[in-house]
């Protein structure tokens, strides 16, 4: 081996003049040392001595649209965060469980602290004010530019947009940005996502939003059906645990869906399979068995409700239009039997006679179901027949019955609120171009609103027009799309309908700018991204749940890298547009902060009402520095931000119990609903009024079933003689818990524990030539995605399901998704009240002749290490 | 007891060696620790600063990657406004993002077990420099355990230990020469040899396929030499 130190000194000269260690050897254009990363500290000493210091436990946000609102802690040291842990701050027991984490917190540390974090702001290579080299988005490079020229080029785009255009010109998909409001408003999107076709239903036959009976009320229930819920796997957190105190108080569970999931093994006691977007026919077949069997229950129906029969439609209806003679078929000829109902559906028609007569004489019984079933094109009729069905039993307004919805954050919990957080303080800025929040708009009659819904959006951007309610198609210019997210959410084109086209639209489009805080499918096509503080980088922030527990989350750590918070931008984007940023964001994250803990309410302990949750000093408000005044609560201001959760101590019969709709049932005539005929409406002509002002789909006012667009029947070519079509399997979609709708996805531990994979019956594989593990092609009429296949009987044959929200990952050439993104798979369907029809999908399936894909987590990953 | 670099110290030749090592981790620090600057590459390519980088006698990587860094800067077709905007995409996308990262260049990224950044090694890492009394200029915000500050650290500690050398205080550089010879067995070895393959594997330009390879090379070389200079004399 040659010896360095002989070695050395050969070219000392010439090398010492680069090195600049001594003020002599200057001269040199740019030295070794001359760009250092390091800095000595101002007198040099060293501090090698400081001791480590201690890891300290904080309540660490989780922040994502799951559900849950579990408590999450991190354990930090030196502003390093070494590891994470969940709820332990009281024993766990079914009547106070534990708020636990799942999967997905407890890797929320890879999710903050990720090599794929967006560092700084970037802009795309080939775009320039009006758009650049448009084709390239989602293809081009990047580069790293300044805060000072990102907010600069962004407020550039605004000015020269709203001039040429005026406001009209912007659109911010499923966001409502107090900046833009303030800079004179911007459209946005409307319609229904995850709520389906539920809001207009429930708003006009129940008088308002349906509410559930308090969790430990469910134990009262000798029947559950749980219909389309699959709570382990999309509501996690207690949900499932709930439910299994309710199975181990002794109610029977009953579960309907088209898959076998991982909810119905843990509870069911009986798996009732049927086809998406035929619910309501299901419905009807059992509605026909209990009306000629004489089982339903008619002492309630006629005191509670009205269209039922002819004798009790409400006036000024044609009478023949009742639900009854229609399920009958006393006018149309056509009786809804469980024949009828079993050839669409899929359901034994025994199967649906046993279950319409297990329905009427098993009493209390809990009637619930989550949207998904409302997930479809017109999925108003499945909401109509859930609600009737469920009425003609009686299980309204009783102990441990009830008919309602419940999924997401209320599911297996009461409508009753037991403690909640105060409001931010931070004022509204209502947005001229659509003075509305967007979810679930209801004033499609109205004049003062210009916006396509979210399956629009797209089509509005290619061809310029949108349906305006009942002002028929409005003409629109859109220019630039905001996508700047001061509370996450909004990667619209990942989550709606038609991913292909949402691209081509962006393509469109002048200029696009996200924030985020990874590179997620809206800003990779976007032109300038800025990176975005996650929770953890945040004052703090009070979070609800379940209406028995608020979980308060602190700061972790430092803003990484030059990420800054949503508000922050905003208010800097204002000053360049001439606006006072103190009108654009009223109140700053910190006194927000404070004012959520200053006005958190918890109820009384007899129940009668809420008072102030916590006590705070004046020392408590200077430590915030926050304004305010001192209080008398429950629980010391220092004791609840230590502890990170306060969850309300229950026990069976405690004074917080809840039955929905009990003063209606105990007297309608003193409690009418908020209905035209202040009971429940199973002939409703408000509804189908309502929904036919939207301009996109018709709904009689009784629950019928006409067949949905790409439903089951199209899935056949000449569905009388049972001929399949070029695209003969459904499609619906799945929450997983690998991800929260696409939150997560980069995340390698959950995507090792929880591949993306395509679930199929072997008997259609078979059929197929396909075998376990092969990956497949899933074609639609929008797209195409390939994926590997595992073969299940928990699926019923026909139908073949792919968890939603996997991160868009398209070959530009063949336009296939490898990553299996449903919404490739999915049109843009107009419908109802604007939902989004993510379950009535018609799709082929063959196996993929290219190469086998491997796993993702061992993809060299668009994003992640 | 006596070591060979105190030896070499009394008698004015550790200096020499300080100064080869420096150089080396200079140079380095300088590509990795920031986007290129044309200025910088320019010079880079008319002072022919690359081809005295030292110890390619000792090592086959050192050499190929100063004649891949070579090759590059001696072609003007690569020192044009654009090839400059190509080499600062080849650093952008291997190691700023927003796309996946190829090279995340951090220590902490190649050591814990989650592939995060910030870890129990960031920690270790600032503790190091601390000992020095040097901290990055972005503590808090950016991991303390990047490539280019670990070199800085190596760089500043060549220096550190010169000036000692240069005083005649042969103890005290021997003392800095046994601080870098752990922080490179317990840091730079433990992940940089990694990471140099990964850039070699994913840099679109010669400049940094190079650069990765004199990198990896420089730590196996810098390892024996550390262990020489602090054989018993
Ligand atoms: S259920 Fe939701 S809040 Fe709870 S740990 Fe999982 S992702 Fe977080």
Redesign the interface.
Known sequence: ?????K???E??L???S??G?SAAATG???L??S???????G??????A?P?QEGKWVSAACWHNCGGKCLNKALV??????RQKTDDTHPDSPDTPQQRGCARGRSQ??QV????????P?KR?NWAPGGGKKELRGID????ISWDEALDLVAGELKRIKGEVGNKGFVMPRINSKLMNAYGGAMTTWGVGSDGSWPQVEQQMTGGSLQQNDRLDWRNARLIVLWGSNPAWSSAGSPAYNLLQAKKAGAKIICVDPMYGATHQMLADEWIPVRPGTDAALLLGMAHHMITEGLYDKEFIKKYTVGFDYLSMPSGTDFKENFKDYVLGTHDKMPKTPEWASEICGTDPDVIRHFATEICSVKPMIWTSTPAPARTHRGEQFCQAFLTVGWMTGNVGISGGGVWKAYHSNQSYGSRTLVSAGGTGAAGVANPVFPYAGYGFADPDKDNWWSPAYEELYDAILKGQYHRGVHGMEKCDIRAIYSIRTSGGGNFLNQSANINKGIEAIRKVEFFVTSDI??STV??YADI?LPETTWWEKVGTVASGNPEAIVVNKQV??????ARDGEWIERELAKRLGLDPLKVHSVDMQQQFFNQIAGAKVMKKDGSGMEPLVTITDADIAAMKATGKPQQGRISMAELLEQGVYQVERREGDNFGFIAMKAFRDDPVKNPLKTKSGKLEIHCQSLANKIAQYGFSKCAPIAQYTPPEEGYETTFADFKAKKKGEFPLQLFTIHYPRRSHSTFDNI??LREAFPQEFYMNPADAAERGIKEGDTVKITSPHGAVIRPVYLTERIMPGVVTLPQGAWVERDEKTLICKAGATNVLSGTHLTGQGEEPWNTVNVQVEKWTGETLAPDVTW?????? | MNTNAQALASKGELGAVLEDRGFAYGLLMQAFLAEPRAEQVRYLAESGAVSLFPFGERSDLIRQGMERVGAYLADPENLTDEAMGRLRWDYTRLFIGPDRLPAPPWESAYRTEEHVLFGEETLAVRRAFLSYGLVPKAMGSEPDDHIGLELNFMFETCRLAAEAAEEGDGARADRVLRDQQTFLTEHLLRWAPEFGADVAKDAQTGFYQGMALMLTGLLAVDRATLQELLQEN
Not at chain 1, 113 to 120: C, E, P, S, T, V
Not at chain 1, 557 to 562: C, K, L, V, Y
Not at chain 1, 860 to 865: D, F, G, K, T, V
């Open positions: 081996m040659d010896n360095p130190i070695t050395a000194g070219h000392r010439s090398r010492r680069f090195l260690w040199t254009a740019v070794l040392g760009q250092t990363g390091l800095i000595q500290l007198d040099g000493t060293a501090s090698a400081a480590a040291r030196e502003g390093v965060v070494i540390r890879q602290l990720g090599a794929d974090r967006l560092k700084y970037m290579k490079e990047w580069e790293r990874v590179l800003s990779k991204v750590i430092e803003p990484r890298f030059e390698r531990q060299p990953q668009r994003i992640m290490l």
